[in-house]
């Protein structure tokens, strides 16, 4: 990584250097950048640009804010920080900048990564976000949905946030997927903590962290919603899987919507909260969805390469138990006592017939002990 060429013994900044600077600066987003820009030709012109002529473009304000910055930033010294934490940055109008996030309504200038680059550039997106106090429907659905997408080699998108947001991180990489994590924090930070192994397994595997905001910045309660911006924009449709009606995530379905994009909801309860917003999108134009392959058909993908996986209407057990088993859990969710109330069977027949049926890979048990048919 290197920080412009030397000139008359000292250290040049290239164009795409002044880029970075600005996206360092203080209340220097994509709008005043892009004012600025304009104005002066050039980011190195505007760099260089008086401080009154900058006054006239942007304000007093933050005029002084640029002044005061410019004085004090050390490009080289910054390069070398973000090459100790192994991280990157691509500018707007180069080629390795995103495609789909260039073309949304406001993307930001810079945008910093740790990982791999190329993946910004994959053919397939898709964004998936929901709430943080998922239920276990929101998880059976989330895993479901997530799974049929990434073999159909889409690669996920989401901002690293508990509940939805890692789950659907964490089935693509368990389905040997792709996967980006947008922050709203710098690319060296994992917020929140909770999520760290999930934040280094991204990055190990070959996936991507990206962020617009510089490196080792904390997040904020404003840094959020500008971060659902860049997975509405990074995704070519974005889906909300489960969420209360004041949700995040239906700002980031608002901001996919700003871009002409699809949104899709899964519905829910009437009688959960978590489903007002998901439904809430149904009544403002998101396409309803009940699986992965409603999805690649509203997107158009050919059939060969949707999910060639086990369906739950087509899992077949390998006796009479194990298919009575099967068919109780085609519609809902059962703990142990209900399965064996309803097929009126001893609890230690149940208990070895469900073990069995585990290590088969028919079912699975949620975190509050409910059996379900697994995803396929």
């Known amino acids: 990584m290197r920080y412009g060429e030397i000139t008359n013994g000292h250290i040049a900044m290239s164009e795409r250097d002044y880029w970075l600077g600005f996206s360092l600066c203080e209340g220097i987003g994509p709008k005043r950048f892009d004012q600025l820009l304009k104005a002066f030709g050039s980011a190195k012109d505007a760099w260089h640009a008086s401080e009154a002529d900058i006054v006239g473009v942007i304000g007093r304000v933050f005029a002084v804010k640029v002044a005061a910055f410019r004085s004090t930033f050390d490009g080289d010294t910054y390069l070398k920080k973000l090459e100790k934490a192994k991280a990157w940055f691509v500018i707007l109008n180069e080629d390795s900048y995103p495609e789909l996030l260039n073309r949304s309504h406001n993307p930001p200038f810079v945008l910093f990564g740790i990982g791999s680059k190329d993946l910004l550039r994959h053919s397939q997106t898709i964004g998936i976000v929901g709430t943080r106090k998922v239920t276990t429907y929101g998880r059976q659905v989330t895993e479901m949905i997530t799974s049929t997408l990434v073999q159909a080699d889409y690669c996920v998108v989401s901002g690293l946030?508990?509940?939805?947001?890692?789950?659907?991180?964490a089935t693509a990489l368990n389905n040997g997927g792709k996967t980006i994590a947008v922050l709203g924090c710098g690319v060296d930070c994992c917020s929140p903590a909770e999520n760290y192994q999930l934040y280094k397994e991204i990055i190990t595997s070959g996936n991507t962290v990206v962020s617009e905001y510089p490196l080792s910045m904390p997040p904020t309660p404003g840094s959020f919603p500008s971060r659902n911006r860049i997975i509405a924009g990074l995704s070519q449709a974005v889906i909300v899987t489960e969420g209360a009606a004041d949700s995040g995530a239906l700002i980031t379905a608002r901001d996919s919507f700003t871009d002409?994009?699809?949104?899709?909801?899964?519905?829910?309860?009437?009688?959960?909260?978590?489903?007002?917003?998901?439904?809430?999108?149904?009544?403002?134009?998101?396409?309803?969805?009940?699986?992965?392959?409603?999805?690649?058909?509203?997107?158009?993908?050919?059939?060969?390469?949707?999910?060639?996986?086990?369906?739950?209407?087509?899992?077949?057990?390998?006796?009479?138990?194990?298919?009575?088993?099967?068919?109780?859990?085609?519609?809902?969710?059962?703990n142990f006592d209900e399965i064996a109330k309803r097929l009126k069977m001893k609890s230690s027949d149940i208990g070895v017939l469900l073990s069995i049926m585990e290590m088969k890979g028919f079912i699975v048990r949620s975190d509050r002990g409910d059996y379900q048919l697994k995803a396929s």
Request: with cysteine; charged share 25%; net charge neutral.
């Open 260 to 334: 002409n994009r699809p949104v899709f909801a899964v519905p829910g309860p009437i009688t959960s909260s978590l489903s007002s917003g998901p439904n809430s999108l149904l009544q403002k134009g998101g396409k309803l969805v009940t699986s992965g392959e409603d999805i690649l058909c509203e997107l158009g993908v050919k059939g060969d390469k949707r999910d060639k996986g086990v369906k739950s209407g087509a899992i077949k057990g390998e006796t009479r138990e194990e298919q009575k088993v099967i068919d109780l859990l085609s519609n809902e969710l059962m």
């Open 161 to 169: 946030a508990m509940g939805v947001d890692a789950l659907a991180h």
